[in-house]
């Protein structure tokens, strides 16, 4: 993968963040800086300073004298974070269903039909994408940029976990059916219905992940 000199540490960040979220680079491994500028055909320049971006982002972390590392999800930071992203995006729901036209309606729709196919045929990563895309036109249809902007903050942190709950027993057709309940209070312009329904979907993305832990525990101990 090449990044051209002339996009700097903006371009050499969304490559590094991209690959973080991709999986190519895992939870906890080292950052090489010198094979990584190797890699990318960049100087280390650029690439320190994309390192600093994604360590604000909470997705790198620095060990002093060590170098940087990908950032680990802990079940602390998820019981801390999902709390709050089901108040901002139940906001962001209660705010777009006041505000969306039909015609943005019948958009989500299509994405919802799509969501549907994927749940059926078991698609976890496009089921995974779709979702994602819901949840970015829901956030942008609410049209509060202070809302977008601190909840792609922490979207960041829980994108490096929150696929892993959709592999959870039963969990993809019960995400399916949440995302069908919100859009049929914003469709039916059920500011508070919409709140509530997203509020339900997000506090049981927490649920799934953590039952998944309680899973793994057991076939560690077992």
Same mark, same amino acid.
């Given at each position: 993968m090449r990044v051209v000199p002339s996009s700097l540490h903006a371009e050499v960040a969304h490559a590094l963040r991209q690959r973080i979220f991709d999986g190519e680079l895992e939870p906890g491994s080292f950052l090489d800086e010198v094979a990584l500028? *190797? &890699?990318?055909?960049?100087?280390?320049?650029?690439?320190?300073?994309? /390192?600093? %971006?994604?360590?604000? #982002?909470?997705? %790198?972390?620095? *060990?002093? @004298?060590r170098?940087?590392?990908?950032? #680990? %999800?802990? #079940?602390? !930071?998820? !019981?801390?974070?999902?709390?709050?992203?089901? /108040?901002? #995006?139940? @906001?962001?729901?209660?705010? &777009?269903?006041?505000?969306?036209? !039909?015609?943005? /309606?019948?958009? /989500?729709?299509?994405?919802?039909?799509?969501?549907?196919?994927?749940?059926?045929? @078991?698609r976890i990563n496009d089921y995974y994408e779709t979702n994602f895309a819901i949840h970015e036109a829901i956030i942008g249809l609410a049209g509060n940029r202070w809302l977008a902007q601190v909840i792609g903050d922490l979207r960041k942190i829980l994108r490096l976990a929150r696929q892993q709950q959709l592999r959870a027993p039963g969990r993809l057709a019960v995400s399916l059916s949440e995302h069908l309940a919100v859009f049929a209070a914003l469709k039916a312009r059920d500011a508070q219905g919409a709140e509530a329904a997203m509020r339900t979907h997000i506090t049981r993305q927490r649920e799934a992940l953590r039952e998944l832990t309680r899973d793994e525990r057991r076939k560690v101990a077992g």
């Open positions: 500028a *190797e &890699a990318m055909q960049i100087s280390r320049t650029p690439l320190r300073e994309a /390192l600093k %971006v994604l360590t604000a #982002e909470g997705l %790198v972390r620095h *060990e002093p @004298r170098g940087c590392f990908v950032a #680990e %999800v802990t #079940e602390q !930071d998820l !019981d801390e974070i999902f709390p709050v992203i089901a /108040l901002l #995006e139940g @906001r962001c729901a209660h705010e &777009a269903a006041l505000n969306a036209t !039909d015609a943005e /309606l019948q958009g /989500l729709q299509v994405l919802h039909e799509r969501l549907a196919r994927h749940a059926k045929a @078991r």
